[in-house]
């Protein structure tokens, strides 16, 4: 008989913690026990799971004497900086969804599709990057492959479930022309290259995410890479411009060939493009208006888009859990 796993579920009714319990129903990950965590505000709710009602429980320093195999946390950076260690101590492998843990040195950064290779047996913090970023290196690592990626600049155009239901409530509110209660500005009918806190820099904390992490990913430390991102007044599904310069010389039609066999990525040949509304619910990242960049040699244009909660967020950190059974790593 196939091995079951003891799953905790931390932040489990936020936006990331409700798709969690999605994904694990669609892709039927092996589970023999699952619970699922939030904050006191939360406890004493029921969320509904392969057709039984669950308790939510109160996060606590005691939450896993319970035994767990994987705690698939989402429940913001604190959160993950006090209590995954907890359970790291208890031998439960945690995979964060929180940018708590992405840049530390001995922690791993993983998007399957392009740097599994890095996990081993005892990593007990994995770290799930950040949305944008998971769903551009998928198709950068494909160029990379065949033409050495030198530069790449991100324009995001980012839906506000990425701010969680404080973000889909502002534009759903902005409907009713009532004031927004998260974002410093009203999204409904407009949009604002704000995304996190600014920096010294003049970039913000979001752009220095995507910058960072894409380096981190691919192993490229000297990858020159910069963003801007952009909060655009859609619900569901990021779309990245990406205009990227090789080492080598493009071919766009042997590209064209390896995104179109690529499993992972779901191509958009000519004129057709995929666009935040062909993505949502799905855990493909969709590629389309690819091109030669005509102001330099060796560069190239190309439009991502996935769904942000799903491979952005909870699909990937499952996709490493299935990893690290595949591989018997857990
Ligand atoms: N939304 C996205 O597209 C996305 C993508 C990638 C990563 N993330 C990251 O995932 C995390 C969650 O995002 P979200 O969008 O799901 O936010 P959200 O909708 O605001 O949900 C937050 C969740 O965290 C729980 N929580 C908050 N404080 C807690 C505490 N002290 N102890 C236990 N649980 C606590 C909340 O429980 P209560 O119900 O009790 O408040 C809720 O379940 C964040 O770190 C975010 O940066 C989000």
Redesign the pocket.
């Known amino acids: 008989m196939n091995k079951e796993y003891r799953v905790a579920v931390?932040?489990?009714?936020?936006?990331?913690?409700?798709?969690f319990i999605q994904v694990l129903q669609d892709r039927n990950f092996p589970i023999s026990k699952i619970t699922f965590?939030?904050?006191?505000?939360?406890?004493g709710?029921t969320v509904f799971f392969r057709g039984l009602d669950y308790v939510?429980e109160?996060?606590t320093e005691s939450s896993f004497d319970q035994c767990f195999d994987f705690a698939l946390?989402?429940?913001?950076?604190?959160?993950?900086l006090?209590?995954a260690p907890i359970a790291a101590n208890k031998g439960v492998v945690v995979i964060?969804?929180?940018?708590?843990w992405r840049m530390k040195d001995n922690i791993k950064l993983v998007v399957p599709e392009v740097n599994s290779h890095v996990l081993k047996k005892g990593d007990l913090i994995i770290a799930?990057?950040?949305?944008s970023t998971?769903q551009s290196v998928v198709p950068l690592q494909v160029i990379h492959e065949l033409f050495t990626v030198k530069r790449v600049i991100y324009s995001t155009y980012q839906?506000v479930?990425?701010?969680?239901?404080?973000?889909v409530m502002d534009l759903k509110n902005g409907y009713e022309h009532k004031a927004p209660e998260f974002y410093k500005k009203q999204i409904f009918d407009n949009c604002f290259p704000h995304i996190d806190d600014f920096l010294d820099s003049g970039y913000t904390k979001e752009e220095k995410k995507m910058m960072d992490e894409t380096k981190k990913i691919m192993g490229l430390p000297n990858l020159l890479v910069s963003a801007t991102c952009v909060r655009i007044p859609v619900t569901v599904g990021?779309s990245v411009s990406m205009n990227v310069e090789c080492e080598k010389p493009i071919d766009l039609i042997q590209l064209s060939k390896a995104f179109d066999a690529n499993s992972n990525i779901v191509f958009y040949e000519g004129t057709h493009y995929p666009t935040p509304l062909d993505v949502a619910g799905n855990d493909l990242v969709h590629v389309g208006r690819l091109r030669k960049d005509l102001s330099t040699e060796n560069g190239i244009h190309l439009w991502a888009v996935a769904d942000?909660?799903r491979k952005?967020?909870?699909t990937n950190a499952i996709q490493i859990a299935e990893y690290l059974i595949k591989e018997n790593l857990v």
Not at 73 to 80: D, H, K, L
């Open positions: 931390v932040g489990a009714t936020g936006m990331v913690g409700q798709t965590f939030a904050s006191k505000r939360s406890a709710s939510v109160e996060l946390f989402s429940a913001g950076g604190e959160t993950s006090k209590f964060d969804n929180s940018s708590a799930n990057p950040n949305c998971i839906a479930s990425g701010s969680g239901y404080k973000g990021h942000n909660i952005g967020a909870a």
